[in-house]
């Protein structure tokens, strides 16, 4: 657990509370919600209520809240929030009490109220009744010797009921309850609680009982019912008058579907305390009897939909805090690092000889080639370029032929199976322990610029650092011969590509064939078109030839076949 802090700012501990929002804040003191953690992943949310540092200096204040924590702490009941300690934390008071997600009964008639909605007669009934159902366990408290403890609340209105978004209602705040445990007096003609929700003779000052407690309960059934507090004037003068006088309508006025509510609520708001309910209960009874249709929503779905947003919005903000909490606010441990085994299986530590190649034996022998206690292990220096570790499996296989080894960093050990891991080789100018075991500091020189691997096999060796590189320098005829030689592998290149077609080619080269293809149409209809033109003008040409000369033949045919009559008579 985080050590405590006597802060009360939101997103520090308070105790071993963490303080996660401030939901209230008075001049009396500040209510927070808080997170309690424990073992195991063990989390709770509860409300911490503090009283302010000054006044704790007031000792009838400290009494009474006091008295409030020893009331709550007697109460256990599923109308009633449970109170979980009484604390005292830098001077200052607190009680960490049961937290309900939800909202108070005056924001669910306020809202409805603004929404132009009503509280579905049935659930109000159920409100009522369980409200009458925490009161009367409250009134009928007994102490541990079994004697009553007489306790009032004397503030019972809807802002001390809260209802859960799950639909639990809890009654809260015994801050000013009197009973037999109080050590401080109510002085005479001292008045306490909303003035709207007095009885009348909690009006005038007068000395107490439960039945008050039910003339409360009947307002706020009234108000459940009408949306309205049917004592609620201009001014305080005029609502005491109210109460102590006047008469309300009866509920069945404003709907006649709350016709089952008016000898219930006339009854439980009787000036005289003695045509009262004489307890809650006898109220929770005649409720009960009460039949009504059966509501569309349950309560717990009715308070889901009309504070869906503001559920939503706590959510974020238990979440936000919760993240903040975690990620910086407040105070954190730092955890203990992990403290390594004495003895682990392992390779050998590579990095201390500026890295090299390692043979493993085969996969049996690996876990017990290369176990070393971690105490022995000497300080590694800073790795440099090159010197990566290498580990070479041989399956139990024996070093490579032509294996040379050197005397430089970089180098190559050989095991065998079975045969244990053998000292690195010292660097030049600087002695190495013959143990590897042994636990020495020694002072390493900067690395020689010259390095030098080794390599296995058949494979050719690097020139020695002191001869200088060459350039291999083609000839002219070489130099054409590798010509030759790329080009043709360009052209077995190209003749190997496959070329593919996308659809959208595919689309592409038959949009051009039907292009060219209808352009091919075009131009052969065109030159049928033409030739036809050609030979309906020859034909019309060589017509209007002939027509002429028929023409002539018939002139010339006409005068013979006159002449021809009138020669006759001559013969």
């Known amino acids: 657990m985080p050590e405590a802090a006597g802060s009360s700012e939101v997103g520090t501990y308070f105790g071993k509370y963490f303080l996660m929002k401030k939901l209230a804040a008075g001049g009396m003191g500040e209510v927070f919600l808080a997170k309690q953690q424990g073992p195991a992943g063990f989390q709770k949310m509860l409300v911490v209520k503090k009283v302010l540092s000054h006044l704790t200096e007031s000792k009838e204040f400290v009494e ?197 509510f008016d000898p219930i609520i006339s009854k439980a708001l009787a000036k005289d305390r003695d045509r009262r309910y004489s307890d809650a209960c006898e109220m929770q009874d005649d409720l009960r009897r009460v039949v009504l249709p059966r509501p569309p929503e349950r309560l717990g779905q009715f308070m889901g939909r009309l504070f869906r947003a503001q559920l939503e919005e706590e959510q974020k903000l238990l979440f936000d805090s919760d993240r903040a909490r975690l990620t910086g606010a407040g105070p954190r441990r730092t955890p203990p690092r992990a403290t390594p085994p004495e003895s682990v299986a392992t390779v050998p530590d590579l990095a201390a000889s500026a ?105 050719p060796r690097r020139p020695p650092p002191g001869k200088p590189a060459s350039t291999n320098i083609m000839t002219a005829e070489e130099t054409e011969v590798a010509q030759r030689a790329a080009q043709a592998k360009l052209d077995e290149a190209k003749k190997a590509v496959l070329h593919t077609r996308t659809r959208n080619d595919k689309r592409a080269e038959l949009a051009r064939a039907r292009s060219s293809r209808g352009m091919w149409i075009a131009l052969g209809v065109g030159t049928l078109a033409a030739v036809v033109l050609i030979v309906g003008l020859l034909f019309l040409f060589f017509a209007d030839e002939s027509a002429p000369s028929a023409a002539r033949r018939a002139r010339r045919e006409i005068p013979e076949s006159r002449s021809t009559p009138a020669s006759e008579p001559r013969h």
């Open 64 to 260: 009474a809240f006091l008295g409030e924590a020893r009331l709550a702490a007697q109460m256990n009941h599923r109308n009633i929030v449970q109170v979980f300690e009484l604390g005292q934390e830098s001077g200052a008071y607190f009680i960490a009490m049961e937290y309900v997600q939800g909202k108070s009964l005056r924001d669910l008639i306020d809202t409805t109220m603004r929404r132009k909605e009503k509280i579905p007669a049935e659930l109000c009934r159920s409100l009522a009744e369980q409200i009458c159902d925490g009161a009367s366990y409250a009134h009928n408290l007994t102490d541990m010797a079994g004697r009553s403890l007489n306790l009032v609340h004397r503030d019972l209105n809807p802002q001390n009921v809260l209802i859960s978004y799950g639909g639990d209602v809890k009654i809260i705040d015994f801050g000013i309850a009197k009973s037999e445990l109080s050590t401080v007096k109510t002085e005479a003609g001292m008045i306490k609680g909303k003035f709207v929700y007095m009885s009348p003779e909690q009006s005038l000052a007068k000395k107490l009982d439960k039945r008050s407690d039910v003339f409360a309960i009947g307002i706020s059934l009234y108000e459940m019912l009408t949306g309205i507090n049917p004592f609620h004037k201009n001014n305080i003068v005029l609502t005491l008058e109210a109460i102590q006088r006047y008469e309300p309508p009866p509920p069945s006025e404003y709907d006649p579907g709350y016709a089952p």
């Open 355 to 459: 890295g090299g190649t390692q043979l493993l034996p085969s996969a049996a022998d690996r876990g017990k080639a290369f176990s070393r206690p971690a105490a022995a292990r000497s300080p590694s220096p800073s790795r440099r370029d090159g010197a990566g570790d290498t580990l070479i499996d041989t399956d139990g296989g024996g070093p490579p032929q032509g294996f040379v080894r050197d005397d430089l960093p970089g180098g190559t050990a050989v095991l065998k199976p079975g045969q244990a891991c053998p000292p690195v080789p010292a660097r030049k100018g600087v002695p190495r322990p013959a143990d590897p075991g042994q636990e020495t500091t020694e002072e390493v020189p900067a690395p020689e610029p010259a390095r030098k691997a080794e390599f296995l096999g058949d494979a």
